[in-house]
């Protein structure tokens, strides 16, 4: 199986609500908001499976010295093979040479993101004003 890695590439509502939906992320109950959102982003990494979407991320930012990745999500049919490595690296390989490359993990992501070369960043602690109650 060939898995196809590409940044920038189109996107459609369907596929990408059908991704968060197997992932249970709730940021599919908002599609207008989310598909803005994605769109929006700076950059947006993708993974696919001939024409199935099986993998996404994106980054946020100001394109000189801070990028923050919000969402990175691969189909639970496709976790455990290196499709989220490749896009993490991908998006690292695009932001390279920036003075902070941040993101928040979620609990069983933090090994995944130490082995991306991410440590804690110094004595911060996370915070947010959040709506939701996961992803």
């Known amino acids: 199986m060939t898995i196809d890695i590409a940044l920038d590439r189109p996107i459609t509502s369907d596929e990408v609500l059908a991704l968060y939906r197997a992932n249970k992320w709730s940021a599919a109950d908002k599609p207008t908001a989310l598909m ?4 929006g982003s700076h950059s947006l990494v993708t993974a696919r499976s001939g024409r199935r979407l099986v993998g996404l991320g994106n980054a946020i930012s100001d394109g000189h010295l801070v990028v ?23 998006l690292l390989k695009r932001y390279a040479g920036f003075h902070q490359q941040m993101l928040t993990a979620d609990g069983a992501a933090v090994p995944f993101y130490q082995a991306m070369g991410f440590v804690r960043a110094g004595s911060t602690e996370p915070m947010w004003i959040y709506a939701g109650t996961e992803h």
């Open 36 to 39: 803005a959102a994605l769109r």
């Open 68 to 90: 923050y990745f919000p969402h990175l999500l691969v189909h639970p049919d496709f976790q455990r093979q290196g499709i989220g490595r490749q896009m993490m690296v991908a």
